[in-house]
Structure formats: structure tokens, C-alpha cells
């Protein structure tokens, strides 16, 4: 699962991420707690995902890292699409990443 985001960020060392960037992302439900906690890796593009290239760390990687409760319908409710949706919902409240994204499944 992945977030195609459409614009351009910078990495740690300085240089430019190009739009169309992947936030691929794990996500684990801790024993008991029906919390989604997100785990995101960031690619230059989807073929360096495809082909196991090494992950880029944007300057605002730390924004990345999510946690969300859903409530008891969406709970019950999860499947991938909506696991990909509210991960979605939080990255285009970040600044950085803006509403222009897509999601890859």
C-alpha cells in the first residue's frame, strides 16, 4: 500500500525528492488497543519500490508516523481501501504533502 504524493519535498541531506514520491506504509493493530498504527517508507518513485532501492527520508519524516483510532464501525468496517483512506485523510493535513495525492494499491 502506497500514497503517490504530486509535489516535491527535500530530503535530510538537502537534496530534491521529485513530485510523484511514494509513502508506502505498514500498518499494525497493537493486541487489544483497535488502533491503526502506520509504519511509512518513502521511495523517489514507484519503480524504486518495485525494484528494492533504498528508501529517501524527507526532512519532515518524523509527520509521518501516524497513529488512528477508528471508531467501532469503521472498525468493523476496515479493509484495504479504508486503511489506505485515513492514512490519506492525515497526510493531506500535513503541510508538506498537500491534498494532491493518490492512493496505490
Request: net charge negative; no cysteine.
Amino acid at each position: 500500500m502506497a500514497i503517490k504524493v504530486n509535489n516535491t519535498a527535500e530530503n535530510r541531506e538537502g537534496l530534491s525528492i521529485p513530485s510523484g514520491y511514494l509513502i508506502g506504509f505498514d500498518v499494525i493493530i497493537p493486541d487489544n488497543t483497535k488502533t491503526l498504527e502506520y509504519s511509512p517508507t518513502v521511495y523517489i518513485s514507484e519503480l524504486a519500490r518495485a525494484e528494492g532501492k533504498s528508501p529517501t527520508y524527507p526532512t519532515f519524516f518524523n509527520k509521518l508516523l501516524y497513529s488512528y483510532k477508528p471508531t467501532e464501525e469503521e472498525f468493523a468496517n476496515l479493509n484495504p481501501l479504508s486503511v489506505n483512506k485515513f492514512y490519506q485523510t492525515y497526510l493531506e493535513s500535513l503541510s508538506e504533502v498537500g491534498l494532491n495525492t493518490e492512493i496505490i494499491l
